[in-house]
């Protein structure tokens, strides 16, 4: 067990991603707490908002994998495709899916209103903007240029 975390903890890939990931997720909880004036535990493992963690993570691993075996290798470009993928997903699937939970707990609350109505409110903090996606992108690129070189 002891060999495993000693490779796990040695592995820059890995490490990359890791630090990348933290970064983001704290600066979620700071800018919520500079922003919104109150302090947001559910940020450190929350989806959605500035910056996108899962791009941060995605990248810097991309980013880290390039620097290390080359910008040529197969490993790199399933890793850049990967990465194109999450961040399709932060910016389009998600963020779509945020907008629709929005407008269905308005419809709900607007129900609830007019006739007793017991349901949970959904997430509405899914997705990401565009410009978080793209901070996510240039922290992972920025961590992992950090712990690689």
Do not use: C
């Not at 419809?107 to 899914?126: A, F, G, S």
């Not at 996510?136 to 950090?146: D, E, K, P």
Request: hydrophobic share 50%; proline share 1%; glycine share 6%.
């Amino acid at each position: 067990m002891a060999d495993f975390m000693d490779e796990i903890v040695a592995n820059r890939v890995f490490m990359a991603a890791m630090v990348s990931w933290i970064i983001a997720q704290s600066l979620k909880v700071l800018i919520s707490l500079l922003v919104d004036k109150e302090f947001k535990f559910e940020r450190f493992h929350g989806s959605g908002g500035m910056p996108s963690s899962h791009t941060a993570t995605i990248v810097a691993a991309s980013t880290a994998i390039g620097i290390m075996d080359g910008w040529s290798s197969s490993v790199y470009a399933l890793s850049l495709i990967m990465a194109f993928i999450v961040m399709y997903d932060a910016s389009g699937v998600r963020r779509s899916v945020g907008k629709q939970a929005k407008l269905l707990n308005d419809i709900i609350k607007d129900l609830y209103k007019h006739k007793h109505l017991e349901e949970e409110k959904l997430k509405e903090l899914v997705g990401h903007k565009p410009t978080e996606v793209a901070v996510g992108a240039l922290l992972g690129i920025l961590i992992a240029n950090i712990i690689v070189r």
